[in-house]
């Protein structure tokens, strides 16, 4: 079946460091690859997607690019901030059957960063 | 635009009761699926409705139930409570056809506690 394995945290950093989450899938064909984000108390909002191999997702300073060959999409920003403190998510929709609205998740990475 | 909604926030219920939540999608919004998530397990798939159908449903059991009115808004119930459905429900919606590269938009959750 499908799934999506994120990098074991938590993570923490000091304000303007660089980020790097790892994510990784496993899913025939080609799904669809999210980053979704989750700040204390509420639910999730998207934060990128690529939909095809080599689409590069980004918003707000953070990106992702869909690596087929190595079926990953890590989830980068150059410089961090306080209010970047949050749960991460990595998700994937496939296409297809009975797939409708299903998105597998991943584990989640809090990320916690200091001033 | 209004985003996702979902009534209540918070939900204490006993053991053998049964509780129905609900959610209201983003105007024009047609597909509404509906997501558990718990510290163990992480975010499931519970179900996913589109035009009043079930397309498509998660590994839950049958106390788990779900529909979907003619303007979109969804109800899900859970029958004969049980301490581990005590979670964190959250719905989301998504334009177009629902399919696997439309953005699902996620409401901030029903918090449901089972003593």
């Known amino acids: 079946g499908n799934s999506v394995t994120q990098m074991e945290g938590p993570v923490t950093l000091s304000e303007e460091a660089f980020l790097t989450i790892n994510c990784t899938y496993t899913a025939t064909g080609y799904p669809s690859l999210f980053w979704y984000v989750q700040y204390p108390g509420e639910g999730l909002q998207l934060l990128l997607k690529?939909?095809?191999?080599?689409d590069k997702g980004s918003n707000k300073g953070f990106e992702a690019t869909y690596r087929k060959e190595t079926t990953s999409f890590h989830l980068e920003k150059g410089s961090v901030q306080v209010s970047d403190s949050a749960v991460y998510f990595c998700?994937?929709?496939?296409?297809?059957?009975?797939?409708?609205?299903?998105?597998?998740f991943g584990q989640g990475t809090i990320l916690t960063v200091h001033p | 635009k209004a985003g996702v909604t979902q009534t209540p926030r918070y939900l204490i219920k006993t053991r053998g009761q049964q509780v129905t939540l609900s959610c209201s999608p983003i105007?024009?919004?047609?597909?509404v699926s509906w997501y558990q998530q718990t510290p163990g397990q992480g975010l499931q798939f519970l179900f996913e409705?589109?035009?009043?159908?079930?397309?498509n449903k998660g590994n839950f059991p049958g106390r788990f139930s779900g529909r979907q009115f003619s303007n979109s808004r969804s109800e899900m119930n859970v029958s004969t409570l049980e301490l581990g459905d005590s979670a964190l429900y959250l719905c989301?919606?998504?334009?177009?056809?629902?399919?696997?590269?439309?953005?699902?938009?996620f409401g901030p959750g029903t918090r449901l506690t089972v003593l």
């Open positions: 409705y589109f035009s009043e159908t079930q397309r």
């Open positions: 998700a994937l929709s496939k296409a297809g059957g009975t797939s409708y609205g299903k998105l597998t």
């Open positions: 989301a919606s998504a334009p177009g056809s629902g399919g696997p590269t439309d953005t699902q938009y």
């Open positions: 105007s024009g919004h047609r597909s």
């Open positions: 690529a939909t095809k191999a080599d």
